[in-house]
């Protein structure tokens, strides 16, 4: 008579066969020594203008970004995320004097850049640039 397995035996006998899988692996080794070419950091100019012009370079940009986000275009993504930071970090020294709130609340609609290309969801770099035309009109008199 052949044993009846139980639902635990079961269990024991599959994370048994899951320890042991990983020492099967093979490792080669022929002697040579492996090099790992490391590509050359890219550097971001930080751009100049008035709060007016900054602020339109990041709805411009932003405007694309998401498109980019849900075309798959990583690259481009990653680099109009790369230039919408560098135009926040030029845009920072002129509002810093504005109060801290305001600072907070532009800081979260930077982050919904950030998350669109990071987490891949272009409905945030949508809602970024909506949020984004109304929060600036007290800043730089403008009804973009």
Do not use: H
């Amino acid at each position: 008579m052949i044993p009846r397995r139980t639902p635990f035996v079961r269990a024991v006998a599959a994370a048994a066969l899951l320890v042991s899988l990983p020492a099967c692996a093979t490792t080669f080794d022929n002697g040579t020594d492996s090099t790992t070419t490391v590509p050359a950091s890219t550097t971001t100019t930080i751009p100049r203008g008035t709060l007016d012009e900054l602020f339109q370079e990041i709805l411009s940009i932003g405007r694309t970004l998401g498109n980019d986000v849900a075309s798959g275009k990583s690259a481009d993504a990653r680099e109009k995320l790369a230039d919408i930071k560098a135009t926040w970090q030029a845009i920072q020294p002129l509002i810093a004097d504005r109060g801290s709130d305001l600072n907070a609340d532009l800081q979260r609609l930077i982050n919904l850049y950030i998350t669109s290309v990071e987490r891949k969801r272009p409905a945030d770099a949508d809602k970024a640039t909506r949020f984004l035309t109304f929060a600036i009109e007290p800043l730089v008199g403008t009804g973009n």
